[in-house]
């Protein structure tokens, strides 16, 4: 089993910025992807962005321009950097781990989740 562990959220105004951490623990078998997704209030939650161990990113569209995703596969750690954030961004992020880029797409495939961390932008 994965332990997820997603921090950095807060409150922010439109165009600021937030850095966020997720850290995972317990069986994680390599090669892997990391990957964030989020659920907005009465949203389904949807992917945003994912990286595997080997550095391959992929993003969901429109997040790239805004959203930068990276990894430190020493530390199990995951980091979404957001810039230029809007109302729209409001959510609940999470993070998870899975094996391919095409698996981390559909947040369905995933049976458990972290607790998550909440982003609000708003002024």
């Known amino acids: 089993q994965v332990h997820l562990v997603e921090s950095g959220g807060g409150l922010v105004q439109p165009g600021g910025s937030l850095t966020l951490s997720c850290v995972a623990s317990?069986?994680?078998?390599?090669?892997?992807?990391m990957g964030w997704y989020r659920q907005a209030p009465g949203k389904q939650r949807e992917f945003v962005a994912c990286v595997t161990s080997g550095g391959t990113i992929d993003y969901a569209d429109s997040m790239s321009d805004r959203f930068t995703i990276s990894r430190d596969n020493r530390k199990n750690m995951l980091i979404l950097q957001m810039n230029n954030l809007k109302p729209e961004d409001t959510a609940v992020y999470y993070c998870?781990?899975?094996?391919?880029?095409?698996?981390?797409?559909?947040?369905?495939?995933?049976?458990?989740w972290g607790q998550g961390t909440q982003v609000t932008v708003s002024s």
């Open positions: 998870n781990v899975g094996r391919t880029i095409a698996n981390m797409q559909n947040p369905t495939r995933f049976g458990s």
């Open positions: 317990g069986s994680i078998r390599t090669p892997n992807s």
